[in-house]
Nanobody, 124 residues
Framework: QVQLVESGGGLVQAGGSLRVSCAAS????????MGWFRQAPGKEREFVAV????????YYSDFVKGRFTISRDNAKNTVYLEMNSLTSEDTAVYYC?????????????????WGQGTQVTVSS
């Protein structure tokens, strides 16, 4: 049974930082690109970042580029999203997802397993 379990969400002040984690089990983590998506109230789910299976290549949405960093530890089957300079616009439920391939992409149709999400709230 595949499980992706996010943690680390919470309440943070604008300008602050937060790191969310996603622990994977039940799948061959090392052969999967991993992505982060988010969904704000009343909005559609949107792509945030993706990292390839080795951790050597990353890709970000324009609205987080330079502020967020995605990384992974294949020994721990865990992917991380470090978020800095947070604004109220970053308030959302953050989801990690496992891509079907090794390189990943921003299209959520390429992901076949999803976590339950972790709430990130940025107070202004």
């Amino acid at each position: 049974q595949v499980q992706l379990v996010e943690s680390g969400g919470g309440l943070v002040q604008a300008g602050g930082s937060l790191r969310v984690s996603c622990a994977a089990s039940g799948l061959h983590f090392r052969s999967r690109a991993m992505g982060w998506f988010r969904q704000a109230p009343g909005k559609e789910r949107e792509f945030v970042a993706v990292i390839d299976y080795t951790g050597g290549q990353t890709y970000y949405s324009d609205f987080v580029k330079g502020r967020f960093t995605i990384s992974r530890d294949n020994a721990k089957n865990t992917v991380y999203l470090e978020m800095n300079s947070l604004t109220s616009e970053d308030t959302a439920v953050y989801y990690c997802a496992a891509n079907r391939g090794v390189l990943g992409n921003r299209d959520d149709r390429g992901y076949d397993y999803w976590g339950q999400g972790t709430q990130v709230t940025v107070s202004s």
